[in-house]
Each structure stands twice: as C-alpha cells, then as structure tokens.
C-alpha cells in the first residue's frame, strides 16, 4: 500500500490549507484512515481519522477547525484546515489501517510539510 500526501504550504495564521492523501495498492477493508502530525523532537500525534462507518474523530485542538472527509472511492482522505494557527506548524502523515489475512496492518504517507506563520 503506498499513500501519497499533498497539499502542505506555507500560510499566515488564520489561513487555511487543504491536505489530500490518495492510497494505492493492495487495499482491501480499510478499517481507518487519518491524518497525524509531528514536530521535531516530538512523539507523532493524531491530528483526526475517519473510519469505515464514515464517522470522525479529532484531537481536541483542532476541533471546530478541522474536517476530515473521504472521497467517493474511500481510498482517499482530505484535511480541511481553517482557523490555522502557528501552534499547527508541522508534517502532517497520512495513515491508513487495515485488515489482511486476519491481521491489522498500518501504513503511513511521506508527510506534508504545513508551516503558519504568525
């Protein structure tokens, strides 16, 4: 499975950026997918996922901010930024779980780089 990220920049605080991850490959029941960002120096940290049901689920600090959503194929996933503030700026990875041959399997995009500026 590979997954491909794009969609990161630079932008002013209060800006708004749109991540987009599209997976490929071997997928067959994805169980999750979602986006996480990490800092340098820092432990990788779950920013929102979307799971099968299409239901959501946001850090606390994005949320009323963020969206997470799916495109109609459920292989790819956006992020919708609004409200961005410094404290945002990180890589932003793309993740996705799913189930193979009874096992559950994780995979993880090249990361996206999102810098605000204040």
């Known amino acids: 499975v590979q997954l491909q990220a794009s969609g990161g920049g630079l932008v002013q605080a209060g800006g708004s950026l749109r991540l987009s991850c599209a997976a490929s490959?071997?997928?067959?029941?994805?169980?999750?997918m979602g986006w996480y960002r990490q800092t340098s120096g820092n432990q990788r940290e779950l920013v929102a996922t979307?799971?099968?049901?299409?239901?959501?689920n946001y850090a606390d600090s994005v949320k009323g901010r963020f969206t997470i959503s799916r495109g109609s194929a459920k292989n790819t996933v956006y992020l919708q930024m609004n409200g961005l503030k410094p404290e945002d700026t990180a890589n932003y990875y793309c993740?996705?779980?799913?189930?193979?041959?009874?096992?559950?399997?994780?995979?993880w995009g090249q990361g996206t780089h999102v810098t605000v500026s204040s």
């Open positions: 979307i799971i099968g049901s299409g239901l959501p």
């Open positions: 490959g071997r997928i067959y029941s994805i169980n999750k």
């Open positions: 993740n996705l779980e799913q189930d193979e041959y009874g096992r559950s399997r994780s995979y």
